[in-house]
């Protein structure tokens, strides 16, 4: 069993940074593949970034590459998301995942668990 709690979400103006923060509980975190994905009001949820379990593989979809980075901290049970050059279409609730698997997976059906979500607002 692995729960996920998000924070670092907010309005940010356009072209700003956040930094979102997914806390892990249970001992057994350095075996979970983790993903970010997000969801805006009417859109299918979709994956942004996600990062194998050892943390040396990555993933970022074309929509943010360049400007999303995924990072783990296994020690501290922590993945974070540092989002900089933030657009309004970057708008949406970020929900932080977890995937029983050590390699990278993007499909949300692959996920198991998931965080409450927190909102990321940028205004133009």
């Known amino acids: 069993q692995v729960q996920l709690v998000e924070s670092g979400g907010g309005l940010v103006q356009a072209g700003g940074s956040l930094r979102l923060s997914c806390a892990a509980s249970?001992?057994?975190?350095?075996?979970?593949?983790m993903g970010w994905f997000r969801q805006a009001p009417g859109k299918e949820r979709e994956v942004v970034a996600a990062?194998?379990?050892?943390?040396?593989?990555?993933y970022t979809a074309d929509s943010v590459k360049g400007r999303f980075t995924i990072s783990r901290d296994n020690a501290k049970n922590m993945v974070y998301l540092q989002m900089n050059s933030l657009k309004p279409e970057d708008t949406a609730v970020y929900y932080c995942a977890a995937a029983n698997t050590v390699g990278v997976v993007t499909t949300t059906t692959r996920y198991g668990y998931w965080g409450q979500g927190t909102q990321v607002t940028v205004s133009s």
């Open positions: 249970g001992r057994t975190f350095s075996r979970y593949t």
């Open positions: 990062i194998s379990a050892t943390g040396d593989s990555t």
